[in-house]
């Protein structure tokens, strides 16, 4: 049996569907009701907690507030969900013995890393830089990770970290960039260096489940495969659309018959070579196939992604939009 929390997120529902479709045990456990979990309850809660591990072997914890909230809920409501809620899980999951504990994290966590000064290369973002959590979401996430790094020294649980690039399907969470540029336009833009397809998300987090008891402890980005190198980097801040069109001729006919732009600067750049190397993972979903899909005429999305939708951060927004002021 695995347990996903978070079920009746963007995620978890993405890998219930792959779960159940593929004939493997799974239950989901979520505050919300959906079709995908098949337990209502808080993962702060011991009780609930210990009653959903029963008969698990690997544990997906999706669960937690996400950088959209940072606007409207507390800091103690970002403590309980993605710190407390992880210890709880944790510790049950080392009484329970399961083998596998697969943690959800975030490229957020990196944090001031991600933005280098003025007139400075663009940031080559692995593993090995340090983070530096600029607000609340970041912060909590980082705690949650030492807490999981921290179980498998103490307890020995197997323990793989997965800090994700953004694969939510709604607008950017910069106004101007939901502005400036259509949302399939921005999207296939930061396959370049900062999204991913959560087809290719959700195939990392099993193929973590399967490595974590020969890995023990791991900590991975999980992103598309960019295609830049660290010789782009400079280049990459001040003209990306020299850089990006020099590599794919292809792409400029592709974005101009759909009156789409490039980025013109490029701050940061995800890595994904460790996580590719120690879980046996490929993304597929990258910008390659994107302009592929384009040149068909197909959508650039995996069916799982169009499958499972925008979901929202903030019901009732009077604009319409996923997230809230501030």
Known sequence: MILVTGSSGHLGEALMRTLRERGMPARGVDLLPSPYTDATGSITDPEFVCAAMAGVRAVLHTAGLHKPHVGTHAARAFVDAN????????????????????????????????????????????????????????????????????????????VVVLRTSRFFPEGDDDPVKRTAYARENAQVNELLYRRADIADIVE?????????????????????????????????????????TRRYPAAAPLYAARGWRLFPSIDRVYVNARARSALGWEPVHGFAHALACLADGRDFRSPLSLAVGAKGYHPGRADGGPYAPG
């Open 204 to 244: 990392a987090h099993l193929a973590a489940a399967r490595r974590a008891p020969a890995l023990g402890f791991g900590r991975y980005i999980v992103s598309a495969t960019t295609p830049f190198t660290p010789e782009d980097l400079g280049a990459l801040r001040h003209d990306a659309a020299t850089v990006v």
């Open 83 to 158: 710190i407390i809620g992880t210890l709880t899980l944790l510790e049950a999951a080392t009484d329970a013995a399961v083998g596998a504990f697969v943690l959800t994290s975030t490229t957020s966590a990196f944090g001031a890393a991600l933005t280098p000064a003025a007139g400075e290369p663009a940031a080559w973002i692995t593993e090995d830089v340090a983070a530096v959590p600029r607000n609340i979401y970041g912060t909590t996430k980082a705690s949650a990770e030492s807490l999981a790094e921290l179980a498998h020294r103490r307890d020995g649980l197997p």
